[in-house]
Every structure is written in C-alpha cells, then in structure tokens.
C-alpha cells in the first residue's frame, strides 16, 4: 500500500470490516431479499475495497492506473447507491403509486438539474473533471433526495425508522463528500498540496459513521411489505376535485392580489 | 474564508437541517387519513358570524364616533376591529389549511395523481402563503386603515362562503374514501 499513511490502512480495514458486518446482518437476517440493490451496493463497496488494495500494492497510490482504476469502481458504486436509494424509497411509497410516480420524477428532475449545474466549468483537464463530477454527484444526490423526502413528508406518508436510517446515511455521506471535495479544491487551488489523504480520513470516517448508524438500524426487523391497494372512487375523486381545489385557490390567489394592488394604488 | 465554501458550506447545512425535519417523527402518519376534525362544523361557525364581522369593520361607526368626540374610544375601537380582522385572518388560514389537508387526502389514496394539478397547487399554496404573510403582517403593523380591513372583510367572506361548499363536498367525497380504508369487508378494493 505504497504512498498511503498508516492510520488511513487501519481506517480503511475497520471500514471494510464494518461494510462486512453489515451485509452479514443482511444476509442473517434475510434483508437481502427485501433490500436486494442495497446489499448489491455494501458489496460493491467491499469488492471495491479489495479492487483498490490489489491496486495500490501493484501500481502505488497516485498513479495514473490507481486512479482510473479507483474512478472507474467508483462510477458501478454511485451508480448503484443511486439504485439502492430509489429501491428504499419504493418500499416506503409501495402503497402510494401516485404519490410514488410524482416521487420518482422528483428524483430525477433534481438529480439531472442540478448535476448538470455543477458541470458547468468543468473542461479543464480530466482530474479537475472528475474532482467537480464528484462533488456535482453528492451535491446532486443530497438535493433530490431531500426534495424526495420533503415531498414523503409533505403527503405525510410514514417512513420506517430502519428506512429512515438507510436514506439518512446516504444524505450526510454525500453532504460530508461535498464539503471534503469543495476544501480538497480550495487548497490545491491554493498551492497547499495534496488533500489526498485527507479527503480519505474526512469521507472514510463519514462513512463508517454511516456504517455505524446502519448495523445498528438493521437490528431492528424490517415493516412488513405493505399491500398495494387501489381505490378506483378515490382516483375518481381525485381527478374529479383536484382541479375544482385548484381553480380555488387560484382564485383566492387572486382576491389577495387585487386586495393588495387595490391598496398601493389607492396610498 | 473561499467564496465556494462559504456557498456550498451553506447548502450542506441548509440540506441537514431540511433532512433532520423531514425525517423527524416517529413513523406514523401525522392525521393519517382522519378528515380535519369538524371541518365542516368550522366553516360554517366562520361564515355564522360574517353579518358581525361586516358590521364591526364598517366605517360608519368609525365616523359617527369621530363625529361624537368621545376621547379614547376611537382608538379602542380601532384596536378592537383589528384584532376581530386578524382573528379572522387566521381562520381563513386553518380552512385553507384544512381543504389542502383534504387534498393531499385523496391524493394519498389516489393510485394516480396528476403531476401538474399537484406542482400547481404547490406553487398556488406557496403564492397564498406568501400574500396571507403579507396581509398579515400589514395589519399588524397597521398599516392597513378601517376602509381597507372593510375591503378585506368582503374578499375573505366571499371567500369563506365558497369555501364551506367546497369543504363540506370535499369532506364527504373523502369521508366515503376514507370510511372504505378503515372498512373490514372492504369489498370494494382492489388488492394489487
């Protein structure tokens, strides 16, 4: 493991072994079967840990191979959390299939605008482009997950606290991923040096907090699937009242503005 | 301190801060499906009392007192309707808040909704929101004189009154909704 401080090789195998641990409690528990995309991105995790120590030990840890090796794992693991993610979130909407059809389009649309922003600047040499894709990915992810979420909490739909764990963790991991990018870019810009070892103490110790957070959720059982149920009256209704609540509030909408206008012109 | 820290610093906090209260909570559902507890009931007390309401924010009396001289008594008056209006105000608030807790009701249970009837009625529960606030906040500061609280006592009336119809048809179509959920034979749902 050449080129990689010693506290950062004891970090990185209690890391692993907690990502170990936790997909053990899945696999004991039989939450594989319910979470199956989840356990797919924990192993993914573990596997990519063991790529990047065969990495490191052959080709070291700041050359080139290293780091496409690195980056490239690195794209299957973000496209799988992005994955594990949606999946949580499916569970816990299962029984709302309009509110989960919104849901769905609320991730996405967050997720490509504002990943999209944040490649704007980003033509100038491809290890400043992958530094800024990274952090656009976490910002990205953080922003359309919680607006998922607001959205959960805006239907007051119930989250199970294990779900709660599960998206909770992947939100503070990506916000921690953002602030380690954005300072590790303020100090190279700066001529401070590499942040290389930092970014890995600041983001592997966000994650085994992450870790932490989800061995401990996983204890508890996992809420039983619920049934999906349709309504045919309650679509009825929907489309029925929907529009007549609208056109109200947009007249009401209305009556306060002219009340107001009403009342500059007349001052 | 870098600009871009400070900015993205920013929205990292703003984003926990947002995760930890759209998080909060123990995993049941706030009202669950309960309607508004006496919506209709509410309604009908609000629009029960507009012929007081009207008569207290009329100007004439302001005048006739001013006209009388009795010293003090204006001013009192005034403070009074004030309180009577924003009072009213803020039952106009938990109406509206209770026809958009109808709304999100049925569209709960709805195994379709309709993306743009649900942005629209965000942006439009954003737009009422923001004029309530400063309606409110005029009033309070009193920068609203007597005629205008009179103005407003008409425009929330209107309002109110269209609003008891659509809340009392709201009620019952959700009601019937909501009473099939809770059923046991639920004979009429259609397990997927």
């Known amino acids: 493991m050449a080129g990689l401080a010693k506290y950062i090789q004891w970090l990185w195998m209690l890391s692993v072994a907690l990502q170990v641990l936790v997909c053990s409690l899945l696999f004991f528990k039989g939450y594989y079967r319910r979470l199956p995309v989840f356990t797919a991105y924990v192993l993914s995790n573990v596997c990519q840990a063991a790529a990047l120590y065969v990495t490191y030990n052959l080709y070291g840890f700041r050359t080139g191979s290293a780091i496409a090796i690195g980056w490239s794992t690195q794209g299957a693991t973000q496209l799988l959390r992005i994955l594990a993610t949606t999946e949580v979130i499916r569970l816990i909407l299962r029984p709302y299939r309009g509110i989960w059809g919104l849901g769905w389009r609320v991730l996405v649309g967050a997720f490509a605008a504002v990943f999209s922003v944040t490649l704007i600047d980003s033509g100038r040499g491809l290890q400043w482009t992958i530094g800024l894709a990274d952090r656009g990915f976490h910002l990205a992810f953080g922003i359309a997950l919680v607006a998922c979420l607001s959205l959960v909490h805006y239907y007051s739909v119930p989250i199970h606290p294990v779900y709660k764990a599960l998206l909770g963790g992947f939100c503070f991991y990506s916000c921690t991923a953002v602030i380690a990018n954005t300072v590790g870019r303020i100090l190279y810009l700066k001529g401070y040096g590499d942040f290389g070892m930092g970014w890995q103490l600041v983001t592997m110790g966000a994650y085994m907090g992450v870790l932490l957070v989800w061995l401990v959720a996983l204890r508890t059982p996992l809420p039983e699937p619920p049934r999906q149920l349709t309504f045919p009256e309650a679509e009825r209704t929907y489309w029925e009242m929907s529009p007549r609540i609208n056109e109200r509030l947009r007249a009401l909408n209305e009556r306060l503005d002219n009340f107001w206008n009403s009342e500059a012109t007349q001052s | ?192």
């Open chain 2, 1 to 192: 301190m870098s600009l871009s820290l400070i900015i993205f610093g920013t929205i990292v906090l703003a984003l926990l801060v947002l995760l930890g209260l759209v998080l909060r909570g123990n995993g049941q559902p706030a009202g669950s499906y309960a309607l508004p507890k006496g919506s209709e009931e509410a309604g009908r007390a609000h629009t029960n009392f507009l012929p007081q309401m009207r008569q207290a924010l009329k100007p004439d009396d302001e005048e006739f007192l001013a006209r009388s001289g009795v010293r003090g008594l204006r001013e009192r008056v005034t403070r009074e309707r004030r309180r009577v209006a924003l009072s009213y105000l803020t039952a106009l608030r938990e109406e509206f808040e209770e026809l958009m807790h109808v709304s999100r009701v049925i569209a709960t249970l709805s195994p379709q909704i309709g993306v743009a009837q649900e942005f629209e009625r965000l942006r439009l529960r954003l737009s009422f929101l923001w004029r309530y606030r400063i309606i409110l906040l005029s009033l309070r500061a009193g920068f609203a004189p007597l005629p205008r609280l009179c103005d407003l006592s008409n425009l929330l009336s209107g309002y109110s009154v269209r609003l008891e119809e659509t809340m009392r048809e709201m009620g019952e179509r959700a009601a019937l909704v909501a009473e099939m959920v809770s059923s046991p034979d639920r004979r009429r749902i259609h397990r997927i």
